[in-house]
């Protein structure tokens, strides 16, 4: 455990954080979820919806330091995919 002021400090700070963050990337998750969701049940307007919902958020979560701006080009571009597979088979 910490034995410094600082150090002690900075272990409270990092657990606040990780909580936070926690609630942050699930939040994330659960959006990504919803378009998935969507594309598998067929609905290409409720799937188009979702995915307009869920890039802000993806963007966000970059701004944050939540994950790396590589892997949320890499998410947008899959989820884009799959809405755009979706509507163009109708």
């Known amino acids: 455990m910490a034995n410094t002021a ?11 954080s990780r909580i936070r963050n926690a609630g942050q990337r699930s939040n994330l998750r659960t959006f990504i979820k919803k378009v ?8 290409k307007e409720l799937a188009q919806a979702a995915y307009k919902t869920a890039v ?11 994950i790396h701006k590589n892997k949320a080009a890499r998410s947008k571009s899959r989820l884009n995919s799959k ?3 979706l509507v163009l088979a109708e």
């Open 6 to 16: 600082q150090a002690k400090k900075r272990a409270k700070q990092a657990e606040k």
């Open 56 to 66: 802000p958020i993806i963007d966000s979560a970059v701004n944050k330091g939540i």
């Open 83 to 85: 809405v755009k597979a």
């Open 36 to 43: 998935i969701a969507a594309v598998r049940a067929g609905d």
